[in-house]
Protein backbone atom coordinates (compact mmCIF):
# COMPACT_ATOMS: atom_id res chain seq x y z
CA UNK A 1 0.00 0.00 0.00
CA UNK A 2 2.84 2.22 0.95
CA UNK A 3 4.26 1.82 -2.39
CA UNK A 4 0.58 2.49 -4.10
CA UNK A 5 0.38 5.47 -2.11
CA UNK A 6 3.94 6.82 -3.47
CA UNK A 7 2.83 5.98 -6.97
CA UNK A 8 -0.89 7.40 -7.07
CA UNK A 9 -0.87 10.22 -4.49
CA UNK A 10 2.55 11.12 -4.71
CA UNK A 11 2.07 15.08 -3.59
CA UNK A 12 0.36 14.84 -0.55
CA UNK A 13 2.19 14.05 2.20
CA UNK A 14 2.51 16.70 4.53
CA UNK A 15 5.89 15.34 6.42
CA UNK A 16 7.55 12.54 6.29
CA UNK A 17 4.89 9.08 7.10
CA UNK A 18 1.80 11.76 7.15
CA UNK A 19 -0.17 12.54 4.37
CA UNK A 20 -3.27 13.91 3.07
CA UNK A 21 -4.62 11.02 2.11
CA UNK A 22 -2.70 7.68 3.17
CA UNK A 23 -4.04 4.59 1.69
CA UNK A 24 -1.63 2.34 3.93
CA UNK A 25 -4.15 3.55 6.42
CA UNK A 26 -7.17 1.46 4.35
CA UNK A 27 -5.29 -1.49 4.78
CA UNK A 28 -4.45 -1.21 8.87
CA UNK A 29 -8.06 -0.99 9.45
CA UNK A 30 -8.64 -3.58 7.18
CA UNK A 31 -6.51 -6.41 8.85
CA UNK A 32 -7.73 -6.44 12.30
CA UNK A 33 -11.33 -6.15 11.14
CA UNK A 34 -10.66 -9.20 8.45
CA UNK A 35 -8.60 -11.25 10.71
CA UNK A 36 -8.52 -9.90 14.33
CA UNK A 37 -5.33 -10.77 16.22
CA UNK A 38 -3.51 -11.87 13.39
CA UNK A 39 -4.33 -9.01 11.19
CA UNK A 40 -2.67 -6.71 13.45
CA UNK A 41 0.70 -8.59 14.01
CA UNK A 42 0.30 -8.63 10.72
CA UNK A 43 0.14 -4.75 10.30
CA UNK A 44 2.95 -4.77 12.97
CA UNK A 45 5.59 -6.90 10.46
CA UNK A 46 4.74 -4.56 7.47
CA UNK A 47 4.42 -1.45 9.60
CA UNK A 48 8.41 -2.13 10.96
CA UNK A 49 9.31 -2.98 7.55
CA UNK A 50 7.78 0.20 6.11
CA UNK A 51 9.10 2.06 8.95
CA UNK A 52 12.79 -0.02 9.04
CA UNK A 53 13.41 0.50 5.55
CA UNK A 54 11.95 2.82 3.85
CA UNK A 55 10.73 5.95 5.79
CA UNK A 56 13.11 6.24 9.07
CA UNK A 57 15.80 3.64 8.53
CA UNK A 58 18.69 6.12 10.27
CA UNK A 59 15.56 5.99 13.55
CA UNK A 60 15.12 2.50 14.95
CA UNK A 61 13.12 3.95 17.77
CA UNK A 62 10.94 6.00 16.17
CA UNK A 63 10.42 2.61 13.80
CA UNK A 64 9.92 0.54 16.65
CA UNK A 65 7.02 2.87 17.77
CA UNK A 66 5.84 3.64 14.02
CA UNK A 67 5.30 0.39 13.71
CA UNK A 68 3.78 -0.78 17.05
CA UNK A 69 1.57 2.72 16.93
CA UNK A 70 0.17 1.44 13.83
CA UNK A 71 -0.77 -1.61 14.32
CA UNK A 72 -2.61 -1.04 18.09
CA UNK A 73 -4.16 1.50 17.11
CA UNK A 74 -6.67 -0.40 14.34
CA UNK A 75 -6.76 -3.47 17.19
CA UNK A 76 -7.95 -1.44 19.76
CA UNK A 77 -10.61 0.45 17.44
CA UNK A 78 -11.57 -3.72 16.61
CA UNK A 79 -11.64 -5.07 20.13
CA UNK A 80 -13.65 -1.75 20.59
CA UNK A 81 -16.08 -2.78 17.79
CA UNK A 82 -16.60 -6.68 19.49
CA UNK A 83 -17.14 -4.96 22.56
CA UNK A 84 -18.95 -1.89 22.37
CA UNK A 85 -20.37 -1.96 19.36
CA UNK A 86 -21.22 -5.61 19.63
CA UNK A 87 -20.09 -6.52 16.22
CA UNK A 88 -19.14 -10.35 15.58
CA UNK A 89 -16.00 -11.36 14.75
CA UNK A 90 -17.44 -12.67 11.31
CA UNK A 91 -17.95 -9.20 10.71
CA UNK A 92 -21.73 -10.82 9.91
CA UNK A 93 -23.11 -7.62 11.10
CA UNK A 94 -20.90 -5.40 9.90
CA UNK A 95 -23.08 -2.61 7.82
CA UNK A 96 -21.79 0.48 6.53
CA UNK A 97 -23.30 2.50 8.85
CA UNK A 98 -21.13 0.59 11.30
CA UNK A 99 -18.25 0.60 8.85
CA UNK A 100 -18.28 4.36 8.76
CA UNK A 101 -18.31 4.59 12.50
CA UNK A 102 -15.19 2.31 12.61
CA UNK A 103 -13.10 4.72 10.09
CA UNK A 104 -13.47 8.29 12.11
CA UNK A 105 -12.61 6.42 15.43
CA UNK A 106 -9.50 4.34 13.44
CA UNK A 107 -8.65 8.12 12.08
CA UNK A 108 -8.34 9.71 15.45
CA UNK A 109 -7.03 6.44 17.29
CA UNK A 110 -4.53 6.49 14.79
CA UNK A 111 -2.93 9.23 14.93
CA UNK A 112 -3.84 10.18 18.77
CA UNK A 113 -1.22 6.78 19.52
CA UNK A 114 1.37 8.32 16.86
CA UNK A 115 1.18 11.95 18.73
CA UNK A 116 1.10 10.68 21.66
CA UNK A 117 4.67 8.66 21.22
CA UNK A 118 5.72 11.99 19.53
CA UNK A 119 5.33 14.26 22.60
CA UNK A 120 6.60 11.50 25.37
CA UNK A 121 9.82 11.10 22.50
CA UNK A 122 9.96 15.22 22.78
CA UNK A 123 9.79 16.07 19.12
CA UNK A 124 9.81 18.86 18.33
CA UNK A 125 6.47 19.23 15.51
CA UNK A 126 3.61 21.14 15.21
CA UNK A 127 1.71 18.37 17.52
CA UNK A 128 -1.99 19.79 16.58
CA UNK A 129 -1.39 20.37 12.69
CA UNK A 130 -0.05 17.06 12.32
CA UNK A 131 -2.45 15.18 14.86
CA UNK A 132 -4.95 16.67 12.15
CA UNK A 133 -3.60 16.48 8.81
CA UNK A 134 -2.81 12.69 10.16
CA UNK A 135 -6.61 12.42 11.23
CA UNK A 136 -7.58 13.40 8.29
CA UNK A 137 -5.53 11.42 5.51
CA UNK A 138 -6.10 8.05 7.80
CA UNK A 139 -9.83 8.66 7.17
CA UNK A 140 -9.59 9.25 3.77
CA UNK A 141 -6.97 6.83 3.09
CA UNK A 142 -9.51 4.40 4.94
CA UNK A 143 -12.65 5.23 2.76
CA UNK A 144 -10.63 5.28 -0.25
CA UNK A 145 -9.18 1.85 0.15
CA UNK A 146 -12.64 0.52 1.68
CA UNK A 147 -14.38 2.08 -1.31
CA UNK A 148 -12.45 0.86 -3.97
CA UNK A 149 -12.59 -2.71 -2.33
CA UNK A 150 -16.27 -2.87 -2.55
CA UNK A 151 -16.16 -1.72 -5.77
CA UNK A 152 -13.92 -4.77 -6.98
CA UNK A 153 -15.93 -7.16 -5.15
CA UNK A 154 -19.39 -5.81 -6.81
CA UNK A 155 -17.21 -6.71 -9.90
CA UNK A 156 -17.02 -10.44 -9.15
CA UNK A 157 -19.90 -12.27 -10.56
CA UNK A 158 -22.61 -13.37 -8.72
CA UNK A 159 -22.58 -16.52 -7.30
CA UNK A 160 -25.38 -19.13 -7.96
CA UNK A 161 -27.59 -20.26 -5.75
CA UNK A 162 -27.39 -23.24 -3.39
CA UNK A 163 -30.01 -25.81 -4.62
CA UNK A 164 -31.53 -27.29 -1.70
CA UNK A 165 -32.84 -31.02 -2.70
CA UNK A 166 -28.85 -32.16 -1.91
Not at 47 to 65: G, I, K, M, N, T
Not at 111 to 125: K, N, R, S, T, Y
Not at 135 to 144: E, F, K, Q, T
Request: a positive charge.
Amino acid sequence: MARLQDWVFPNVEFMRGVGWIYLPAGARLLCPLLLGLPGAVGVLVGSWCECFFHLYPDDPVRSFAGGISSALAPYLVYQFALRVLGMQASLANLTSRRLLLLVPLFGVASPLMHHLWFWMHGDQVDLAQGFAVMAAGDMLGALVVLYALKGMLGLLPTPAPRRKDL
